[in-house]
């Protein structure tokens, strides 16, 4: 590449894809939790409050009727409000009827908290993947772009080569990002950052500054154990 030849880094296609999965998890935990708080968890209690019912009140009438010698009056009761009656002489189960319904074995009585929190932790996910596709949407449009003598951040401020005075690139190896600290000469003082993972070709941006410019270059090394930071050079 002709070293005044413009560099274009559009966004690429795994960032799209790594922040659509991020919306679509955001949405999917936000629609289940709305409804836990909806359906999920009331249903839940109202079993849980049968079961409370049928453990304090039905199973003592079931006892009061036998040792007062109306069982089979009791049971008759019972099978026209569609109840268990119990087998043999034997009070009816609770395992036996949930079963018989679909209903958990030991349902959980939820507070009105944690029905709450339900739609609390919805409302926050949903939301956060609303926020997270308005970010997939404003970045459809962001270019990183190199010139002979600057560069343009994805935000517009340009960036002259010769006013930078540090690169960090101790990032770059394992995660594509490296940090460029400039005075205030095209742009107010302050560090820009290069993302090779978000933008497409920003390798070739890095490379084209280290070219022009003259300053502190802070990088990793390898040593004969795990990687250690070199001390920072001159560049010039």
């Not at 007062?68 to 189960?93: F, H, M, S, V």
């Not at 926020?131 to 459809?140: C, E």
């Not at 560069?151 to 690169?167: C, H, L, M, Q, S």
Request: charged share 25%.
């Amino acid at each position: 590449m002709h070293p005044t030849t413009p560099i274009v880094c559009r966004v690429t296609s795994w960032y799209f894809r790594r922040m659509g999965m991020l919306a679509g998890l955001l949405l999917v935990f936000g629609l289940v939790f709305l409804y836990d708080g909806f359906r999920g968890y009331p249903a839940t209690v109202e079993i849980a409050k049968k079961k409370e019912w049928f453990t304090s009140e039905f199973l003592p009438s079931f006892d009061v009727a036998k040792k007062e010698g109306r069982l089979e009056q009791w049971i008759a009761e019972q099978k026209a409000r569609g109840l268990p009656t119990g087998i043999d002489g034997e009070p009816p189960r609770w395992v036996s009827y949930a079963a018989q319904n679909g209903w958990e074995e030991d349902p959980k009585l939820y507070s009105e908290r944690e029905i709450a929190e339900q739609f609390w932790f919805g409302y926050g996910c949903t939301a956060g993947a609303f926020v997270v596709g308005v970010i997939i949407l404003l970045n459809r449009s962001k270019v990183l772009r190199g010139e002979a003598d600057h560069w343009v951040t994805p935000e517009g401020v340009k960036i002259a080569y010769a006013d930078v005075f540090r690169v960090d690139k101790r990032k770059w190896e394992h995660k594509g990002l490296a940090y460029a600290w400039h005075r205030g000469v095209n742009a107010k003082a302050g560090r820009a950052v290069i993302d090779d993972l978000k933008f497409a070709g920003a390798d070739k941006i890095l490379e084209r500054l280290l070219s022009r410019f003259s300053g502190e270059l802070i990088e990793k090394v390898s040593a004969s154990g795990p990687a250690v930071d070199a001390p920072a050079t001159e560049v010039k």
